[in-house]
């Protein structure tokens, strides 16, 4: 499959950057929702799967090109895997650093009962191209962290400055170069796996 020009059917801009950065080696010309003035599409899935579907087709369908969508989210142990799904809208008003607040408050309560901090970040890709129906092909990755117990750095977006990965050095993804936080991170592994897929050989 040779792809040449790719829609990411998202209008946060931290994930469209990411992704742009990550896919530069590939010669792939890469450009966003909110570039072509395509609409947000609403996540109603209640799966990352179903809502990364969901956007890949509807905007591959408006643009008539192949697009990349992501869905992701924080899932936290303590909180039974919240926000997960909800994460985008887990902020009230896609206030990020209210966001963060409300997170610290809750795994503060809950914490009185389940002493765990941990938490993961799940990324799912999903391709369509222009005249299908479905996704053609999925990708995810995980990272597995543990959610600090205040925030720290103003790189990324999101909840970065809360999360410490597993795989690091006690730094959140928010005090990390992007470089760091792309090599170990939920997204950049499942871009990882889309890129051996689709731009190998
Ligand atoms: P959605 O995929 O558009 O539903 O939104 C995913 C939400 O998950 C974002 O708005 C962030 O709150 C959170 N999220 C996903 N990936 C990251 C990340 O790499 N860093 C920080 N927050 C993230």
Known sequence: MEIKK???ASHNQGKVSEIREMLKPYGVEVVSAGELNL???????TTFEGNATLKAVELSKLSGLPCLADDSGLCVDALGGRPGVYSARYAPNRDFDK???KLLAELADA???NPSRKAHFVCCLALALPGTTESA???????????ATEKAGSNGFGFDPLFVPD????RTFAQMSHEEKDKISHRGRALGRFVKEIFAN
């Open 99 to 101: 966001g963060m607040d």
């Open 6 to 8: 790719l829609v990411i």
């Open 137 to 147: 092909a999925l990708f995810k990755g995980f990272v597995d962290g543990q959610i």
């Open 167 to 170: 795989e690091g050095d006690g």
């Open 39 to 45: 609409p947000d599409v609403e996540e109603t899935e």
């Open 111 to 113: 914490n009185l009962k």
